[in-house]
T-cell receptor, first 111, second 115 residues
Protein backbone atom coordinates (compact mmCIF):
# COMPACT_ATOMS: atom_id res chain seq x y z
CA UNK A 1 0.00 0.00 0.00
CA UNK A 2 0.86 3.66 0.02
CA UNK A 3 3.45 4.81 2.52
CA UNK A 4 5.28 7.92 3.65
CA UNK A 5 8.86 7.87 4.84
CA UNK A 6 9.90 10.88 6.81
CA UNK A 7 13.19 11.95 8.30
CA UNK A 8 13.28 11.02 11.95
CA UNK A 9 14.00 13.58 14.59
CA UNK A 10 14.37 15.21 16.82
CA UNK A 11 15.95 18.10 15.00
CA UNK A 12 17.48 20.91 17.02
CA UNK A 13 18.51 24.13 15.28
CA UNK A 14 19.62 27.56 16.30
CA UNK A 15 17.43 30.50 15.38
CA UNK A 16 17.94 31.68 11.74
CA UNK A 17 19.39 28.32 10.69
CA UNK A 18 18.29 26.57 7.49
CA UNK A 19 15.80 23.73 7.85
CA UNK A 20 15.30 20.66 5.70
CA UNK A 21 13.02 17.76 6.63
CA UNK A 22 13.06 14.95 4.09
CA UNK A 23 9.94 13.12 2.95
CA UNK A 24 9.39 10.50 0.27
CA UNK A 25 6.17 8.89 -0.78
CA UNK A 26 5.44 5.47 -2.28
CA UNK A 27 2.18 5.09 -4.18
CA UNK A 28 0.69 3.29 -7.12
CA UNK A 29 -0.77 6.49 -8.51
CA UNK A 30 0.13 10.17 -8.49
CA UNK A 31 -0.40 11.45 -4.98
CA UNK A 32 -1.36 14.78 -3.52
CA UNK A 33 1.19 15.66 -0.86
CA UNK A 34 0.89 17.72 2.30
CA UNK A 35 2.85 19.04 5.21
CA UNK A 36 1.00 19.43 8.50
CA UNK A 37 2.34 21.04 11.67
CA UNK A 38 1.34 20.17 15.22
CA UNK A 39 2.13 22.60 18.01
CA UNK A 40 2.28 21.28 21.59
CA UNK A 41 -1.11 20.19 22.86
CA UNK A 42 -2.89 21.02 19.61
CA UNK A 43 -4.31 19.29 16.55
CA UNK A 44 -2.85 19.36 13.07
CA UNK A 45 -2.66 22.49 10.97
CA UNK A 46 -2.21 22.35 7.23
CA UNK A 47 1.09 24.04 6.39
CA UNK A 48 1.27 23.57 2.62
CA UNK A 49 0.35 21.19 -0.18
CA UNK A 50 1.09 20.14 -3.76
CA UNK A 51 -1.28 18.23 -5.98
CA UNK A 52 0.86 17.44 -9.03
CA UNK A 53 4.44 17.03 -10.12
CA UNK A 54 6.66 20.14 -9.94
CA UNK A 55 4.08 21.95 -7.82
CA UNK A 56 5.64 24.07 -5.10
CA UNK A 57 3.68 24.63 -1.93
CA UNK A 58 4.64 27.55 0.30
CA UNK A 59 3.40 29.16 3.48
CA UNK A 60 4.91 31.17 6.36
CA UNK A 61 8.38 30.94 4.81
CA UNK A 62 8.20 27.16 4.40
CA UNK A 63 8.45 25.58 0.97
CA UNK A 64 8.21 22.10 -0.52
CA UNK A 65 8.39 20.97 -4.14
CA UNK A 66 6.79 17.76 -5.39
CA UNK A 67 9.55 15.95 -7.31
CA UNK A 68 7.91 13.23 -9.39
CA UNK A 69 11.15 11.48 -10.35
CA UNK A 70 12.08 10.89 -6.73
CA UNK A 71 8.53 11.09 -5.27
CA UNK A 72 9.96 13.48 -2.72
CA UNK A 73 8.41 16.43 -0.95
CA UNK A 74 11.12 17.83 1.30
CA UNK A 75 10.19 20.69 3.60
CA UNK A 76 12.54 23.68 3.72
CA UNK A 77 12.78 27.02 5.44
CA UNK A 78 15.60 29.46 5.03
CA UNK A 79 15.61 30.94 8.52
CA UNK A 80 13.78 29.22 11.36
CA UNK A 81 12.39 30.98 14.41
CA UNK A 82 11.75 29.77 17.95
CA UNK A 83 8.03 29.87 17.16
CA UNK A 84 8.56 27.18 14.49
CA UNK A 85 9.23 24.61 17.21
CA UNK A 86 6.64 21.89 16.62
CA UNK A 87 6.15 18.44 15.14
CA UNK A 88 5.97 18.32 11.35
CA UNK A 89 4.11 15.57 9.49
CA UNK A 90 4.39 14.70 5.83
CA UNK A 91 1.25 13.11 4.39
CA UNK A 92 -0.27 12.10 1.11
CA UNK A 93 -2.96 10.20 -0.70
CA UNK A 94 -3.54 8.94 -4.22
CA UNK A 95 -6.73 7.89 -5.92
CA UNK A 96 -9.19 6.65 -3.33
CA UNK A 97 -6.65 5.79 -0.66
CA UNK A 98 -6.99 7.45 2.73
CA UNK A 99 -4.51 10.07 3.88
CA UNK A 100 -1.28 8.40 5.01
CA UNK A 101 1.07 10.11 7.44
CA UNK A 102 4.72 9.86 8.22
CA UNK A 103 5.80 9.38 11.82
CA UNK A 104 6.51 13.04 12.34
CA UNK A 105 9.67 15.07 12.93
CA UNK A 106 10.03 17.09 16.11
CA UNK A 107 11.78 20.42 15.55
CA UNK A 108 13.21 22.44 18.38
CA UNK A 109 14.59 25.90 17.63
CA UNK A 110 16.74 27.51 20.28
CA UNK A 111 17.46 31.22 20.59
CA UNK B 1 -15.87 30.95 9.61
CA UNK B 2 -15.61 28.26 12.27
CA UNK B 3 -13.11 25.54 11.61
CA UNK B 4 -13.44 21.92 12.63
CA UNK B 5 -14.62 21.57 16.22
CA UNK B 6 -14.45 18.53 18.48
CA UNK B 7 -15.85 17.66 21.87
CA UNK B 8 -14.94 16.92 24.52
CA UNK B 9 -11.33 18.10 24.64
CA UNK B 10 -10.30 15.55 27.24
CA UNK B 11 -11.86 12.35 28.52
CA UNK B 12 -10.92 9.74 31.10
CA UNK B 13 -12.53 6.29 30.97
CA UNK B 14 -11.87 2.88 32.46
CA UNK B 15 -11.31 -0.38 30.63
CA UNK B 16 -14.48 -1.95 29.26
CA UNK B 17 -16.39 1.30 29.10
CA UNK B 18 -17.79 2.91 25.97
CA UNK B 19 -17.04 6.41 24.69
CA UNK B 20 -18.56 8.78 22.12
CA UNK B 21 -16.58 11.59 20.55
CA UNK B 22 -18.14 14.34 18.47
CA UNK B 23 -17.04 16.41 15.51
CA UNK B 24 -18.50 19.33 13.57
CA UNK B 25 -16.91 19.90 10.17
CA UNK B 26 -15.72 23.14 8.71
CA UNK B 27 -18.46 25.15 7.04
CA UNK B 28 -19.05 23.92 3.49
CA UNK B 29 -17.48 20.52 4.07
CA UNK B 30 -19.43 17.31 3.65
CA UNK B 31 -16.88 14.59 4.42
CA UNK B 32 -15.54 13.66 7.84
CA UNK B 33 -12.58 11.43 8.60
CA UNK B 34 -11.41 10.14 11.96
CA UNK B 35 -7.82 9.41 12.99
CA UNK B 36 -6.14 7.94 16.04
CA UNK B 37 -2.81 9.45 17.05
CA UNK B 38 -0.90 7.50 19.65
CA UNK B 39 1.75 9.33 21.65
CA UNK B 40 4.80 10.05 19.51
CA UNK B 41 3.23 8.64 16.34
CA UNK B 42 1.59 9.96 13.22
CA UNK B 43 -2.19 9.83 12.87
CA UNK B 44 -3.69 6.51 11.74
CA UNK B 45 -6.84 6.52 9.62
CA UNK B 46 -9.89 4.96 11.28
CA UNK B 47 -12.71 5.66 8.81
CA UNK B 48 -14.34 8.26 6.64
CA UNK B 49 -18.00 9.27 6.34
CA UNK B 50 -19.72 10.83 3.37
CA UNK B 51 -23.46 11.16 2.76
CA UNK B 52 -24.09 9.54 6.15
CA UNK B 53 -22.33 6.33 5.16
CA UNK B 54 -18.93 4.87 5.95
CA UNK B 55 -16.99 5.25 2.74
CA UNK B 56 -13.60 3.90 3.75
CA UNK B 57 -12.20 2.11 6.74
CA UNK B 58 -8.69 1.61 8.04
CA UNK B 59 -7.32 -1.32 9.98
CA UNK B 60 -9.34 -0.89 13.16
CA UNK B 61 -11.58 -3.45 14.88
CA UNK B 62 -15.37 -3.35 14.89
CA UNK B 63 -15.25 -1.85 18.38
CA UNK B 64 -14.73 1.41 16.52
CA UNK B 65 -17.89 2.64 14.87
CA UNK B 66 -19.20 5.92 13.66
CA UNK B 67 -22.08 7.91 12.40
CA UNK B 68 -22.65 10.97 10.26
CA UNK B 69 -25.72 13.15 10.63
CA UNK B 70 -27.63 15.07 7.93
CA UNK B 71 -25.87 18.29 8.98
CA UNK B 72 -22.52 16.50 8.23
CA UNK B 73 -21.44 16.34 11.88
CA UNK B 74 -20.11 13.01 13.04
CA UNK B 75 -19.59 10.78 16.03
CA UNK B 76 -16.94 8.21 16.78
CA UNK B 77 -17.92 5.42 19.17
CA UNK B 78 -15.50 3.04 20.81
CA UNK B 79 -16.84 0.05 22.76
CA UNK B 80 -15.09 -2.18 25.28
CA UNK B 81 -12.24 0.27 25.78
CA UNK B 82 -8.72 -1.08 26.11
CA UNK B 83 -5.69 0.60 27.63
CA UNK B 84 -4.24 0.77 24.12
CA UNK B 85 -7.11 2.97 22.98
CA UNK B 86 -5.56 5.86 24.90
CA UNK B 87 -4.68 8.41 22.23
CA UNK B 88 -5.52 11.73 20.65
CA UNK B 89 -8.51 11.28 18.36
CA UNK B 90 -8.54 13.70 15.46
CA UNK B 91 -11.41 14.60 13.21
CA UNK B 92 -10.77 16.03 9.77
CA UNK B 93 -13.24 17.49 7.30
CA UNK B 94 -13.05 18.03 3.58
CA UNK B 95 -15.19 18.87 0.60
CA UNK B 96 -15.64 16.24 -2.05
CA UNK B 97 -14.82 18.20 -5.16
CA UNK B 98 -14.66 17.15 -8.77
CA UNK B 99 -10.93 16.55 -8.70
CA UNK B 100 -11.10 14.29 -5.64
CA UNK B 101 -7.91 15.95 -4.44
CA UNK B 102 -9.58 17.44 -1.44
CA UNK B 103 -7.56 18.89 1.42
CA UNK B 104 -8.42 17.75 4.91
CA UNK B 105 -8.64 20.24 7.75
CA UNK B 106 -8.19 18.96 11.27
CA UNK B 107 -9.84 19.77 14.54
CA UNK B 108 -7.95 20.18 17.83
CA UNK B 109 -8.63 16.59 18.84
CA UNK B 110 -10.03 14.76 21.83
CA UNK B 111 -7.48 13.29 24.18
CA UNK B 112 -8.76 9.99 25.58
CA UNK B 113 -7.12 8.30 28.54
CA UNK B 114 -8.19 4.76 29.42
CA UNK B 115 -7.29 3.59 32.92
Amino acid sequence: GDSVTQMEGPVTLSEEAFLTINCTYTATGYPSLFWYVQYPGEGLQLLLKATKADDKGSNKGFEATYRKETTSFHLEKGSVQVSDSAVYFCAGFSGNTPLVFGKGTRLSVIA
Amino acid sequence: DAGVTQSPTHLIKTRGQQVTLRCSPKSGHDTVSWYQQALGQGPQFIFQYYEEEERQRGNFPDRFSGHQFPNYSSELNVNALLLGDSALYLCASSSTGETKKETQYFGPGTRLLVL
